[in-house]
């Protein structure tokens, strides 16, 4: 079992920038796969990003490519999302979340563990 802790949303500007984190504890962080998702009110879960065991690959929606950066600290047992130039339209509750591989992946429905979640506001 993988154990996940979101924080760091909250309420910013259109343009401006926010940092998450999700604290990882249970099954070894170093040898698992992470990803952040997204669900906006009335939509769908959606990917967002995803982060390899050892940081070296990474996959992003293409809604947020060039603005939002993953990465992870394993001796931490950490993964950050840095989001940039962000809009209104990337308002939703996010997800951080995990799968035992060693590589992300896009579909939302192959993370099996998830947290609770944290709001991020972005207000035009």
């Known amino acids: 079992q993988v154990q996940l802790v979101e924080s760091g949303g909250g309420l910013v500007q259109a343009g401006g920038s926010l940092s998450l984190s999700c604290a990882a504890s249970?099954?070894?962080?170093?040898?698992?796969?992470m990803g952040w998702l997204r669900q906006a009110p009335g939509k769908e879960r959606e990917f967002v990003a995803a982060?390899?065991?050892?940081?070296?690959?990474?996959v992003y929606a293409d809604s947020v490519k060039g603005r939002f950066t993953i990465s992870r600290d394993n001796p931490k047992n950490t993964v950050y999302l840095h989001m940039n130039s962000l809009k209104p339209e990337d308002t939703a509750v996010y997800y951080c979340a995990a799968r035992y591989s060693r590589l992300g992946v896009t579909t939302t429905n192959d993370y099996p563990f998830w947290g609770q979640g944290t709001q991020v506001t972005v207000s035009s």
């Open positions: 982060i390899s065991w050892n940081g070296d690959n990474t």
């Open positions: 249970g099954r070894t962080f170093s040898s698992t796969a």
